[in-house]
């Protein structure tokens, strides 16, 4: 069982920057693949970015709309996962949530995640 909680949602300005944090219990962190999700009013959630299990290396995931303004990092020793949101625009405003993915299971794909936070609001103002 994994519980998490996020926290650094809060009403920004087009163009500025937030960095959400992700809180996660549990001394098996560093086995789930974590992911950054996202709903905004009327619309599904989508996957923001995703980060897997570190091992030698580290793989990384980016939805699109978000590449080049978004960095996924994780930090096992604190058990936390980040996301650093920066040049943001009106289009981010949404519910962020954080999620873990079990070892073997579609990091990259919502439907591989088992543990969700309880959602940090983000607004952008235009």
């Known amino acids: 069982q994994v519980q998490l909680v996020e926290s650094g949602g809060g009403l920004v300005q087009a163009g500025g920057s937030l960095r959400l944090s992700c809180a996660a219990s549990?001394?098996?962190?560093?086995?789930?693949?974590m992911g950054w999700f996202r709903q905004a009013p009327g619309k599904e959630r989508e996957i923001v970015a995703a980060?897997?299990?570190?091992?030698?290396?580290?793989?990384?995931y980016y939805v699109d709309s978000v590449k080049g303004r978004f960095t996924i990092s994780r930090d096992n020793a604190k058990n936390t996962v980040y996301l650093q949101m920066n040049s943001l625009k009106p289009e981010d405003t949404a519910v962020y949530y954080c999620?873990?993915?079990?070892?073997?299971?579609?990091?990259?794909?919502?439907?591989?995640?088992?543990?969700w936070g309880q959602g940090t609001q983000v607004t952008v103002s235009s």
């Open positions: 549990g001394r098996t962190f560093n086995s789930y693949a």
């Open positions: 999620a873990a993915s079990p070892a073997g299971s579609s990091w990259r794909d919502s439907k591989g995640y088992d543990y």
């Open positions: 980060i897997s299990v570190i091992t030698w290396s580290v793989s990384l």
